[in-house]
Structure formats: C-alpha cells, structure tokens
C-alpha cells in the first residue's frame, strides 16, 4: 500500500503534461501531416504502400509520401476508420501510445527485478523520471512517429530481458527481432537500435561469452531482417520501400542540414536529462537523511548500465549525421528514466521500509495523491475547444471549409507557399490542396497584402482574419 499515492501521483503527473495541450486544437506541424496522410488512407486516398499527402504533392518526381515508413500512417489510419475523421482520433491515438509506453516502461522493469521483491514494486519511479522529460511528453503532445516506434522498441527489449533473465529461449529472440523490425517499419533507422542488446548485456553483466554475444546478435539480426526479406518478394512493398530507402533515406543522410554541430544532440540530451536527475538527486538526498541507506549493490548497477547504454544506443548513431531535433531520441528515452530510477530505488526502498513511515501518513497522502488525480482530469477536461497555437490560422481553415466546395484546390501566393502549417491544417482539417504554381478557381494570400492584383480574380470578404480569399470572376 506504500506505492500506491506514488503510482497515483506518477499517474496525475503524466496526464497534466501531456492531456491538457494535447486536446486543444492546433498541433506542431509534423503531427498535423502525419494524421492528414492516414485520415486519406482511411478514406481511401492513398493506400499503406502508397500514403498520399495531397494530390498536389509532388517529391522526387511522385505525388505518394514516403518520408516515412508506411506502418505507422497505416495503424492510424485504423482509428480514423473506427473514430471518424476528428481531431480528436490523432489526439487519442497520441494518448494511447503514452499509457502502453507507460505500461511497457513497467514490464521491462518488472522483467529485470523479478527476483528483488522490495524494487520490483518501484516501476512507478523509472515512469515518473521518464515523464518528465521536456521532449518526451511534447512529442505526445503532438502526435510524432517516435511514440509508436518507441513502444515496438520496449517490446523488443521486453522479451530480450526474458531471454537473458528469465529463459534463454531461441523464440524470446526471434519475438525481439519482430518488434525491431516494426519498429523500424515505423520510423526508419532509428528502430534498429536494440540489434546492440547482446553486446550491451555482455558489457554490463558479462553475461555469456563473446560467442555467444555473436550467435545471439545473428539470430536477432536474422529474424529482424527476414521480414524485410520477405516483404521484398511482394512487388507493392519493394517499389514503396526502395522509394523510401533511396529517395529519402539515403538522400537525407546526406543533404538538409537541421543542425550546424554534429555533437547538438549530445548536448540536447544533458538538457533533456536534467529535469529526472535534478529530481533523482533530490529524492536519493531525502532518503539518506531520513534513513540509513546502503550503497548500489553490483548487480543494481549492472542493471542501471544495461539500461543507460541502451539509451545511447538509441540516441548516439545520431552523430553519423548533421539531421537532428530533440524528438528523434524520444524512442531511447524509457531507457534512461530507468537507468535513473535503478540508482534512487535501493535507497528509497530503505526509506519506505522504515518504521517512521506511519500507515496514517500513506493514507492522507493516498487520498491528496488521489485529490490531484481528479483535478487534472476536471483541469484537462475544460481545455477542449481551445487552441494551443496557430488560432487566427485555424479559424481560417474551418471558414474556409465552410466557403469552398468539398476537396477544393486552393492556389496559394509564393509568401505563403512555405507555411506548411497553413497547408497540413488545411488538408487535415478541410480536404483541401495547395499548389503555388496552378491556377486554381481558388486564390490565398496573406491579408492586406499591399499592391496585391489578380486579373480575373475578386476578393470577397468572408471574415477571414490573416488571409484573404480571391475567387474567380
């Protein structure tokens, strides 16, 4: 009964960062694209193998998107089906992903502490740590790819946890190597990182010899890409994964820079970090003064380091390119909260074992734990119907909606070509596709633009408020 508040509170903590911004209107721009692509898939524009943006997508000579891998567009696309065409589906789906990375968070930990009765209860810790990661409660903020391929990443290190400390079975590895393949199925590269696990283990725990490390990253490698292999027999999924692989993938390696310092993410991943090890630190600090703690047994450590190199696993091929942003480490995040959480437990259980920790106390601190709880879900509740960002561009878009026939093609001024914002809103929300380079009976520009005449073209003043609206005569 001692956990319980903790989980209560880990609970309230995790839903006030990301409910309340998640179910306002408006979303980082890569969110709101990644929902328009699967709602068309629902609604039968595009198809999983050929995802389509908007018809007047036009990249590397096809109108498909494939930035991605097609798997996560096709597993949201699933909810549109079932929920309809909402803002709110992408919202749940973000949610969704949340709760079971929470969930998967508390497997892995219970996997590695099946034998320690006292830190197994402690899971609630290693997903307080990791929800309060800046990075990672926005980017289920906004709905990125990183939250699915982050739960097909904890499923695979799950049942590598299984194979190395419960049963050594071939199937535990071969089950682990179909997650890395989804997971990389859903955003690339980045989903292969748990290919190390047998090497991480052998450095951590030693466990086994260096041939085994071998035969074990052969066998997961070989059930991971025996997938890929079979997918390749199947024309659809050759033509749209070689897309992927060369157009994209290979190309993005190379060109369009995000970064001018190959070393950001290093950086960005001290900067993220700080928030669970200010926190950790404050929590070991108050256990060693209310009790008398005992030092990281080994095999504590062992384990701390297991999870900690996982986490760079995750988060340092990054280096090999000049492409980075905070969100594309997200996946390797779960990682380092438990690492943290390894080193604070022994000496809070110590705390919570002690005698000075009244049942009255944990009873008080259940029901202001539980109190909490139910303000965040009133608190989260009234923030339906706001918008976090991008108003005055939202209101346009479902006026608009309102003005223009269904799927309407809309020409929009060179100024305003670039705001992709003002382009996935507008198919996400209205259907609706953007060119600057056709003449559509549709024409936007930015409001009151100044010396602004289209022959053949009147405006008419619809209460737009930051473009304006010209249509043909």
Known sequence: MKHLPFRILTLAVLIVLIVPLLVQDGMFMD???????????????????????ADTWNKHGVHTFHEHPPLVFGIQSLFFKIFGASIY?????????????AWLIHLNWKTIFQNQKELIKFSWLAIL????????????????????????????????????????????????????????FSKGVPGFFPLAFPFLIWISHRKNNFVNVIHHTSLLGFSTFL??????????????LSFY??????????????????????????????????????????????????????TDFNNALLFFLLGFAGTLPLLLTMVQKGF??????????MGIAIIIAPSLSVFFNNKSVKEKNNNTFTILSSILLIGVIIFSSLQFGKAKR?????????????????????????????DWGLKVYLMRNSNFSTSNTITYPYFLVEKNKKNFYLEGFEKIDYGLKRYDLFTKN
């Open 89 to 101: 589906v992408e919202r749940f789906y973000s949610f969704l992903t949340a709760i079971f990375t």
């Open 31 to 53: 969110g709101v694209l990644y929902a328009a692509v699967a709602k068309n898939q629902a609604e039968g524009f595009g198809s999983f193998w050929q995802p389509i943006f």
């Open 129 to 184: 740590f990791w929800s309060i990661i800046p990075v990672c409660f926005w980017s289920f903020q906004n709905n990125m790819h990183e939250n699915t391929m982050g739960i097909f990443t904890l499923l695979s290190t799950y049942f590598l946890l299984k194979f190395y400390f419960q049963k050594p079975q071939n199937t535990y590895l071969i089950i682990a190597g179909g997650f890395i393949f989804l997971a990389s």
């Open 328 to 337: 594309y480490m997200v996946h390797a995040l779960p990682y380092f909260g």
């Open 245 to 298: 692989f060369e157009n994209r993938l290979m190309g993005r390696i190379g060109s369009d820079p995000t970064v001018g310092n190959r070393f950001y993410i290093i950086g960005r991943l001290f900067q993220e970090l700080l928030p669970p090890f200010i926190l950790g630190g404050l929590i070991l600090l108050f256990s060693k003064l209310k009790s008398n703690t005992t030092n990281l047994k080994t």
């Open 227 to 240: 997938f890929y292999a079979i997918l390749m027999l199947y024309d659809p999924a050759k033509e749209s």
């Open 390 to 418: 991008d108003e005055d561009m939202l209101h346009d878009v479902y006026l608009l909606k309102n003005i223009l026939p269904e799927k309407a093609h809309i020409t929009v001024e060179k100024s305003i070509h670039q």
